[in-house]
């Protein structure tokens, strides 16, 4: 099946949208990865520059988007994100991923089995060349054994707080209500994000954690480096990406249904 590029699409959607007499405009799931290769996406390595994608990390084989470390004789701290090409502000995220393989040697024992999605980052082009992670939210991915179990969707901070239950959360990573996820299983992943309203995730269309209100850290460099620049405390859009940090992972969707409001 022959996708369209998917910036192209996009474009050609919101077109549609803000023409077309009310109420006929629709919302459509449009895919971001093509299945063929990374047109559209650009990677940012730890201690490379922008769209060095060293050692192949990111790659696409058998129709998959994967994260692999067979070109790495050590991890070596080079955490990766493989950024889409345009920001997002007011939509739904749909990613479907799995853990597979062994971690490659010399990653942190917290990465094992720890991937994630990136949103509201800030852009790959204002990142430092050793810079470990953008400015951003981080849906982050975790994989279980019967002897580990964890949750999965859960939430994680560089840069940036969140709102929970009506006050400040400064906590780096909070843990989701998700089940487990064994075994190498795919796992059907959806973010819900409204500007700098309210964000949630879902794993199986089941409701796993809630916050609102995402800002800059000010207490971080980078954030504060961030809000030199003008950008405002208040994250309301930004920029996806998919992580790298030392576990195989593999991706088989990853789409977005963008909303006017």
Not at 40 to 47: A, L, N, R, S, V
Not at 49 to 71: M, P, S
Not at 85 to 97: G, H
Not at 126 to 143: K, N, Y
Request: aromatic content about 10%.
């Amino acid at each position: 099946m022959l996708f369209p590029r998917p910036i192209a699409l996009i474009s050609l959607l919101l077109l549609a949208a803000c023409h077309s007499p009310a109420p006929v405009a629709q919302e459509r799931w449009v895919p971001l990865f093509n299945g063929r290769n990374l047109d559209g996406w650009q990677p940012k390595i730890t201690g490379f520059e922008l769209g060095d994608n060293f050692g192949q990390t990111f790659r696409v084989e058998d129709g998959l988007l994967k994260v692999r470390y067979d070109a790495y004789d050590q991890f070596d701290g080079h955490y990766g994100h493989l950024f889409f090409d345009a920001p997002f502000s007011n939509y739904d995220l749909l990613v479907e991923y799995r853990f597979v393989g062994e971690a490659c040697p010399g990653g942190a024992g917290w990465a094992w089995r720890n991937s994630g999605v990136m949103i509201h980052s800030q852009a790959p082009q204002t990142m430092r060349v050793d810079q470990d992670f953008p400015v951003s939210i981080e849906v982050q991915t975790l994989g279980s054994t019967q002897d580990d179990q964890r949750p999965t969707a859960n939430l994680c901070t560089p840069g940036t707080n969140v709102h929970m239950n009506g006050a400040l959360h400064t906590q780096h990573c909070t843990n989701s209500t998700s089940p487990p996820q064994f075994d190498d299983q795919w796992v059907r992943m959806r973010v819900e994000v409204r500007g700098g309203e309210v964000i949630r995730h879902f794993v199986d269309d089941a409701l796993v954690l809630e916050y609102t209100q995402p800002t800059l850290d000010t207490r971080d460099a980078d954030a504060a480096q961030l809000l030199a620049g003008g950008q405002p405390e208040l994250l309301t859009s930004g920029y996806l990406c998919l992580q790298s940090e030392s576990f195989p992972v593999d991706f088989r969707r990853v789409e977005i249904l963008v909303h006017e409001r």
